[in-house]
């Protein structure tokens, strides 16, 4: 079995930064693709942006130029780092990730999300 596990989450002001980790353990032989996603209060959940094995990245336009992904594979953990936050980025922050174990084949496991909250 594979755990997703984000933390880092919080209260911040507007225009403040925050940084997420994402840690991922159990049977792990080897991790894929990696995406944050968020989703707000009455809203369906958004794909925040993506990282590649090879830590290609793309983003979603509303985060584009603000927030940058990256990854730490030997850490097996991913990272989200938000600058120049909004209130409308406040949203619950979930980590995906692309898994091969030792015992199944590839499949996409989730986080159990971390809130962040902009305001001031």
């Known amino acids: 079995q594979v755990q997703l596990v984000e933390s880092g989450g919080g209260l911040v002001q507007p225009g403040g930064p925050l940084r997420l980790p994402c840690t991922a353990s159990?049977?792990?032989?080897?991790?894929?693709?990696m995406a944050w996603y968020r989703q707000a209060p009455g809203r369906e959940r958004e794909l925040v942006g993506t990282i590649t094995s090879d830590s290609t990245t793309s983003y979603a336009d509303s985060v584009k130029g603000r927030f940058s992904i990256s990854r730490d594979n030997a850490k097996n953990t991913l990272y989200l780092q938000m600058n120049s936050l909004k209130p409308e980025d406040t949203a619950n922050y979930y980590c995906?990730?692309?898994?091969?174990?030792?015992?199944?084949?590839?499949?996409?496991?989730w986080g159990q999300g971390t809130q962040v909250t902009v305001s001031s």
């Open positions: 995906s990730a692309d898994v091969e174990t030792y015992v199944r084949p590839r499949r996409s496991y």
């Open positions: 159990g049977s792990i032989f080897r991790i894929h693709d």
